[in-house]
């Protein structure tokens, strides 16, 4: 931490423990060995487990270990899924503990939180998000946006003639519509996407390869984050044509940090970070035609407005204000 290549939750996570460092707090990061931070890294992995996200053993093992002995802290901030809040839920004399939830509702999370919401201090990482919470579950600590550390992100005002996709290689990012899209508006498409899990592979191998036959497509697998905010400097438009309703969309923020207009699939929470017409375009899901007339119309948008949306409302600071004013509500 932070990632090397792919990992939202995990620059969020490592902005918030530098930022809670540089803010004068006194912070402990539980996480994989290797990890880069300005907190006190506590780790029971000396190498980041990477081929075993998703384990529950792994998982289970590195939870543990963060909530041993937990009246070392003042507040526990946990961002892992299931087993972290559940592990918090039972232990009766502990500090307050804030959970962020970072993916989306689903039966198997509702069931689980509507037992322990009310235990803990759950988050919501948008509105759109909050807006979904299932019947009978507590989110208590509101609603905190993520926030980019903006040092991380260099600004540019003059573009490149291509659009960017940057994402996983699965529906619900639709990569294939980016394709399409790129075909409709004649210009180049560089794809920054991950392709590695089995699941990635398959979606890649049946429905983003034939799309690409004819398409005018540069296609990079491994992208670590100084080559990813170089292309999103430089590119004209990032293309989010989302599928789901994606609780934040950190691309979308990172886009607009470097100076660049997002257009996206109006869906979750893209309208709270794009302001349709100022900083990107709102396209209704589906509509492929409206989505290519945006790319070129991309030219009026002002990359002064996208960066400074950033810095209003998705900033590291920001984000780091907000949650210690929740800590401070908590204690």
Known sequence: MPPIGYGGIEWI???????????????????AGGSVTKATLDTVFDIAPSLHIGNPWYEATHAVSAYRDPDRFDVIHDHTGAIGPAIAAGITDRPPVVNTLHGSWTDANARLYRAISH?????????????R??????????VVHNGIALE?????????????????ASADKGPEVAVEVAKRAGLPLIMAIKVSEPLEVEYFETMIAPAMLGADVDLRTSVEHEEKVDLMGRARAVLVPIRWDEPFGLVMAESM???????????????????DGETGYLIDPGDLRAFARATEA??????????????????????????????ERLL
């Open 13 to 31: 996570v490592a902005s918030l423990a530098d930022g809670l460092v540089d803010a004068g707090h006194d912070v402990t990061l539980s996480a």
């Open 119 to 131: 235990r803990i201090a759950l988050t919501a990482i948008s509105h759109d998000q909050m807006s």
């Open 133 to 142: 919470t299932p019947a009978g579950v507590q989110v208590s600590g509101g």
């Open 152 to 168: 991380r992100y260099p600004f540019r005002t003059d573009k490149d003639d291509f659009l960017l996709f940057v994402g996983r």
């Open 257 to 275: 940090a470097c100076g660049t207009p997002v257009v996206a699939y109006r869906r979750g929470a893209a309208p709270e970070i794009v302001v």
């Open 298 to 327: 991309v030219g009026e948008i002002d990359p002064v407005a996208c960066r400074a949306r950033i810095e209003d409302e998705f900033s590291a600071v920001r984000m780091v204000e907000h949650y210690v004013a929740l800590y």
